[in-house]
């Protein structure tokens, strides 16, 4: 055939097969590997995964602590894979998300609880919150028809802070139509910062959910469904639609998807998740308050859905463990210690590029000798600097006094001078760091580990319920400059 | 008979600057029809007010005989005109398959709760849907398909981008095609290619086809009919030699072209 004969007398120059040579970069070392081995796992056994071996949780322990953060985890897994389907899959910057967790928590406490004096049944305050959720996602999704970007995220903000604000100063609002019934209720519509306490048990049918276990299990049932949903939805026709319009909005309109309805359904989808999610956990907790609903739940929900790889479902989830444990974690100081030094010991890998387990084991070992030289140093010239004893309580803390400096009469309360300066010099030689390149590098990373360690064992380590978003945020600028796309993401490409 | 589309008296301004003035234009059923003119002479404005980006100042567009002024320019896609982009606009980070699939969106149906629960009917759509973009990048022989499938966009190149999109506007259902530049940036055997492929597309696929072309060797060979723009009005418009001869079309060219055309 003509077709045949054309295909051979054309010549191999413009003809670009080598890029399947090429192939993707292959990753390397004990992370690329253990990426690749669970790319290869089908997408079933991923998901199944995700909700099978949190449920072996409250078999394994019923201490009522574990499985309160055990909750809190799936609880943020919930409301990050519902922030994935805008900010993810459709990439839209939704800064208004965690407004809907409040309000379906409200909307609980609304519902059922002696505040109102209402007691409705679980499943109809679930369908009140479902149709009222996704009539108000929605309306919050309106400004995304003509706003894009920084613009629509700034706009989306200021529906948080409204949202926060009517709940803070709910004691004192008025709703048309309702004045009577709002002046009977005690403290008002919300009883403003104090919150809602006493809220009804969840009573399905006449069988109320009491204990820890059964919330558990209700929200990782949730979250099973949430899953289902949204892998089923993200390899549909409207996922398609969803990506193609955060690729090319234009020619996502031209190729005949309604961009603006699509980019209504996604935030409409993930606000129902969340307000459900909320309903949830207002049940649970027994109580609401404004404080749930603030800018630190947002941040720490997108950090989650950035750390996993945003638009990748399985990834986000894992990102919400691991911040979600990491910060339980860090709350007590003794925990925080251990997180805090297995953090520093996996920055070394990921900054060493190539890696080589040479250079890694070099630099550990110039990094302790550093200490102690450092430490000689100090001792032999102002003495008071290195006699103080470890304010942290793990027995890690008690090993590394005798290498970081600390100074003499340190209390936690107050910071010692020399905290207060290892901590600014601990800030310059970061930022110094993203500024080097190659050797220099590595060079300039010893003292800073070293300085990272004095300020830990100085200022931080006392306060770590406080300071552990300090701690978080180090570990995602780390996690982040060593892989940009998170976790599990696909690395994405914006021009070429 | 009805033309497939029709252009009356299209005018459309920015600002003080009238980039279409008073254009007709129509293409029949099967034809394939040029569109020519210098830098900034307005031909993707023509695009741009048909597939309904803009709405023009005056004047009417029908598709087969019935009006389309106004509608959002997803409706037009499902009414059957599908375009594609000089500047390429590609999903880059969906696979080459995706890419071609996202557009089958306006002729399939499954809503948000059948794709949540993956009824036998949508799963059947989603099959259907799988066939159509690989039976369309089969159009383009060995270079799209296979391994390519499952390559994200950004990895073609230039060339294979093109003929992407071109896949892409062919997955929409189109009646009629609008070509946006085809040959732009292709080597000359790429360029003869697509000169072959757009005749192919015709003949074999049955597209009418509207199309952009600054190459005048790729218009000479594909046209039914060639139409040429300056400042937004139309000057000439007839057969390729017509054209090319019309003193007018010799002159917006500043001569350089028309020597090229001369020969």
């Known amino acids: ?496 | 008979m009805t033309p497939v589309l029709e252009l009356r008296g299209v005018t459309k301004s920015f600002g003080g600057l009238r980039v279409l003035d008073h254009v007709d234009l129509t293409v029949a059923e099967g034809e394939i029809v040029s569109l020519i003119g210098p830098n900034g002479a307005g031909k993707t404005t023509v695009f741009n007010v048909i597939t309904g980006v803009y709405r023009p100042d005056e004047g009417d567009i029908l598709l087969d005989g019935r009006s389309i002024v106004g509608l959002p320019p997803h409706q037009i896609t499902r009414l059957g005109v599908a375009r594609t982009f000089q500047t390429l606009r590609l999903f880059l980070n969906m696979t080459v398959k995706e890419n071609v699939m996202a557009a089958a969106y306006g002729h399939t149906k499954a809503g948000l709760w059948r794709s949540i629960l993956r009824t036998p009917g949508q799963r059947r759509e989603e099959r259907e849907i799988e066939r159509l973009a690989e039976e369309k990048l089969a159009f383009f022989g060995q270079r799209l398909v296979g391994y390519r499938f499952d390559q994200p966009a950004y990895s073609l190149s230039y060339a294979n981008r093109r003929r992407l999109e071109i896949a892409r506007a062919m997955a929409a259902k189109p009646r009629i095609l609008l070509l946006d530049e085809p040959a732009a940036g292709m080597n000359p055997v790429e360029t003869q290619e697509i000169t072959q492929l757009i005749g192919k597309l015709r003949q074999e696929a049955g597209y009418t086809i509207l199309v952009i072309e600054h190459d005048m060797h790729v218009v000479e060979g594909i046209s039914d009919r060639v139409v040429a723009l300056d400042h937004g009005v139309k000057i000439a418009e007839g057969s390729f030699e017509e054209v090319a001869t019309d003193p007018r079309v010799i002159e917006a060219y500043l001569g350089v072209q028309a020597e090229a055309a001369r020969k």
């Not at chain 1, 398609?240 to 935030?267: D, I, Q, S, T």
Request: glycine share 10%; charged share 15%.
């Open chain 1, 1 to 496: 055939m003509a077709e045949g004969e054309r295909q051979r007398t054309i010549p191999r120059i413009g003809v670009d097969e080598w890029v399947a040579t090429v192939e993707e970069r292959v990753e390397r070392g004990l992370a690329g590997r253990a990426r690749e081995a669970w790319g290869r796992v089908p997408a079933g056994v991923k998901l199944a995964s995700l909700v099978v071996v949190p449920a072996l949780v409250p078999l394994l322990t019923q201490d009522d602590y574990l499985l309160q953060v055990a909750i809190d985890t799936v609880v943020f897994m919930l409301l990050a894979v519902g922030l994935n389907v805008a900010v993810g899959f459709a990439g839209l910057l939704d800064l208004g998300y965690v407004a809907f967790f409040g309000f379906g928590a409200y909307t609980y406490a609304m519902f059922a609880s002696d505040h109102t004096g209402l007691h409705f049944q679980a499943p109809l305050v679930l369908l009140i919150v479902a149709v009222t959720g996704t009539a108000l996602g929605f309306l919050v999704g309106l400004p995304s028809w003509r706003l894009v970007g920084d613009y629509l995220a700034i706009v989306t903000l200021f529906f948080l802070q409204i949202f926060s604000t009517i709940l803070v100063n709910g004691d004192r609002l008025q709703l048309p139509f309702l004045e009577k019934e709002i002046a009977k209720l005690d403290g008002g519509l919300t009883r403003g910062p104090n919150g809602i306490s006493n809220l009804d048990p969840m009573n399905w049918l006449g069988w109320k959910l009491t204990s820890l276990t059964q919330y558990f299990y209700l929200a990782l049932i949730a979250f099973a469904l949430a899953l289902v949903a949204l892998h089923s939805l993200n390899n549909s026709r409207i996922g398609r639609a969803w990506r193609a319009l955060r690729e090319e909005p234009l020619a996502a309109e031209l190729m005949g998807m309604p961009v603006n309805w699509l980019k209504l359904l996604a935030f409409a989808t993930g606000s129902v998740i969340a307000a459900l999610t909320g309903t949830i956990f207002a049940a649970e907790q027994g109580a609401v308050f404004p404080s749930s609903v603030d800018v630190t739940v947002l941040i720490t929900l997108y950090a989650m859905v950035i750390l996993g790889g945003a638009g990748d479902l399985a990834g986000v989830a894992i990102g919400a463990i691991v911040i979600s444990v990491a910060l339980e974690a860090l709350r007590t100081p003794s925990n925080a210690s251990w997180v805090f030094y297995i953090a520093l010991a996996l920055t070394l890998p990921a900054l060493v590029r190539p890696w080589r387990w040479q250079l890694v084991a070099l630099l550990v070992g110039a990094t302790v000798g550093f200490g102690f030289a450092v430490r000689a140093i100090v001792e032999a010239a102002w003495p008071a600097g290195t006699g103080g004893r470890p304010l942290g309580e793990a027995s890690i803390d008690d090993w590394v006094s005798s290498w970081v400096l600390l100074q003499r009469n340190a209390t936690p309360e107050v910071p010692t001078a020399l905290g207060k300066t290892a901590f600014v010099a601990l800030i310059v030689a970061v930022l110094g760091l993203t500024v080097l390149k190659g050797r220099r590098r590595l060079v300039a990373l010893v003292p800073t580990l070293y300085l990272a360690a004095c300020v830990w064992e100085n200022v931080l380590v006392p306060q770590s319920a406080v300071t552990r978003y300090i701690i978080l945020g180090a570990l995602l600028v780390g996690m982040m400059a060593a892989r940009p796309q998170g976790l599990l993401g696909k690395t994405r490409v914006e021009i070429v």
